[in-house]
C-alpha cells in the first residue's frame, strides 16, 4: 500500500528541486537531436507475418529489397493491406560512445512495433483486433545502451489498414541527444500501465495490467483520444554502489502533471494532484521531471518499485519524452551547471 512517510524531508527538498526543475525550462524545452547515422537505403522486407523475424539470428536472405522509406505499394506491392516485416543491420563501431542515442523511423502507416536485437524498443497504434491506426505520428525511439552489440539487427512489424503502407516517408536515422541527462541508469523502456483515477491501488496486480513504451504519448499506443487519470509501473534491481549513492529520479516530461512514488514514498508531485492545477500551471506538460530520493530509500536485495500516477487534461497524454532513469545528485548538479554555462 502506498504511504506518505519521509514528506518532510521531501519538504525540505521542495526548494531544491524547484529550482532545479522549473528553474531549468528556460534552458530548453525540447530534444536537440543529431543525427549520427543515416538509415534510409535498402532493407529487407517481407509480407506475412511470424514473430520469428524479430530474430537478429532469422535469415532473411531470400526476402525482397525495398527502398525505406517509400510507401510499398510504390515498390512493386500495389493493392497490399495486412502485416509485413522489415529488417536491417547496423554497426555501433559508427556510434559515438556514452551518448543517448534514438531509433527514428519517421511515418510508418497504420501500427508498427519494433525490435532492435530482438528486443522491442517501440510501438504505435494499435494491432487487430483492437485496431487503432498511428499513420500520422513521427516516431523516434530511446535506443537503451546495454542493448547495443557490435553488429545490431532491426526489425520492424507493420500492419497497414488499407491505402499506402509501411515505412511511408521521414527523416530516418540513429539520433544523438545533445541535451539529454547523462543518467547513471537507464530505466526508459517497457513500463506496466493502467487508465483510471485509482489504478495505483492495484499495483500488486501489476503483472494483468498493459505494457506501454516510455518515453512516448499514450495516445500513440493504443488510448487515442483518452483523457484522464492513468498509472504507470516500473519493477527495477539495483546494483549495491547506486544504493549508498544520493540518487536522482529523472521523468522526462509528463503530460499533463504527475505525482511519484518509489518503494511506496511520495518522492515528488509537479503542483497538488488535481485537475485545477494544470489550469493554474498550463505550461506544466513541457518541465522537465527530476526527483532526488531520500537515502535508504532504494534497495539492492530487492526489487525497487516505481509508481507514476499521471492525469492528463487534453491532447498527448503520459511520460512523453527526455531522458527516464536514475542518475547521482552530483553527476544532476554537474549537469545542470554545464547547461547553464553554454
Known amino acids: 500500500m502506498i504511504h506518505t512517510s519521509n514528506i518532510s524531508y521531501l519538504r525540505s527538498k521542495l526548494i531544491l528541486i524547484l529550482f532545479l526543475l522549473f528553474g531549468s525550462v528556460s534552458i530548453s524545452s525540447a530534444q536537440d537531436l543529431k543525427k549520427v547515422m543515416d538509415l534510409s537505403h535498402r532493407w529487407k522486407f517481407s509480407i506475412g507475418d511470424k514473430q520469428e523475424w524479430a530474430n537478429p539470428e532469422f535469415n532473411d536472405s531470400d526476402w525482397e529489397w ?28 559508427q556510434l559515438p560512445d556514452r551518448q543517448a542515442l534514438y531509433l527514428q523511423l ?4 497504420d501500427v508498427h512495433e519494433v525490435f532492435v536485437n530482438g528486443v522491442r524498443i517501440g510501438l504505435s497504434g494499435k494491432f487487430p483486433p483492437r485496431f487503432s491506426t498511428a499513420y500520422n505520428v513521427f516516431r523516434s525511439y530511446k535506443l537503451p545502451p546495454d542493448l547495443l552489440q557490435e553488429t545490431n539487427t532491426i526489425a520492424v512489424r507493420v500492419y497497414d489498414d488499407g491505402g499506402e503502407g509501411g515505412i511511408v516517408h521521414g527523416n530516418l536515422g540513429v539520433m544523438m541527444d545533445v541535451d539529454a541527462v547523462p543518467l547513471d541508469i537507464d530505466l526508459s523502456g517497457s513500463w506496466k ?12 496486480q501489476i503483472e494483468s495490467w498493459d505494457d506501454i513504451i516510455v518515453p512516448g504519448n499514450w495516445e500513440d499506443q493504443g488510448y487515442k483520444n483518452y483523457d484522464g487519470y492513468a498509472c504507470y509501473a516500473l519493477e527495477f534491481k539495483l546494483e549495491e554502489e547506486f544504493v549508498k549513492d ?10 499533463d502533471i504527475d505525482q511519484v512514488f518509489v518503494n511506496g514514498v511520495l518522492v515528488g508531485q509537479s503542483g497538488e494532484f488535481k485537475p485545477q492545477t494544470v489550469r493554474d500551471r498550463s505550461n506544466s506538460w513541457q518541465q522537465l521531471r527530476g526527483y532526488y530520493l531520500p537515502t535508504n530509500l532504494l534497495s539492492a536485495s530487492e ?6 500516477r499521471v492525469y492528463d487534461a487534453t491532447l498527448g497524454g503520459g ?7 536514475l542518475i547521482s545528485q552530483d ?3 554537474q549537469y545542470w551547471n554545464k547547461r547553464r554555462n553554454k
Open 66 to 93: 525495398i527502398d525505406v522509406p517509400s510507401a510499398w505499394e510504390n515498390k512493386g506491392f500495389h493493392g497490399y493491406d495486412g502485416f509485413a516485416w522489415y529488417r536491417t543491420t547496423f554497426s555501433a563501431r
Open 106 to 109: 519517421g511515418y510508418i502507416d
Open 193 to 204: 500501465f493502467k487508465t483510471g483515477q485509482y489504478a495505483h491501488e492495484s499495483i500488486d
Open 246 to 255: 544520493r540518487m536522482v529520479l529523472v521523468l522526462g516530461k509528463i503530460d
Open 303 to 308: 526489487k525497487n518499485t516505481i509508481v507514476v
Open 319 to 325: 511520460i512523453y519524452s527526455g531522458s527516464i532513469g
Open 331 to 333: 553527476h544532476y548538479i
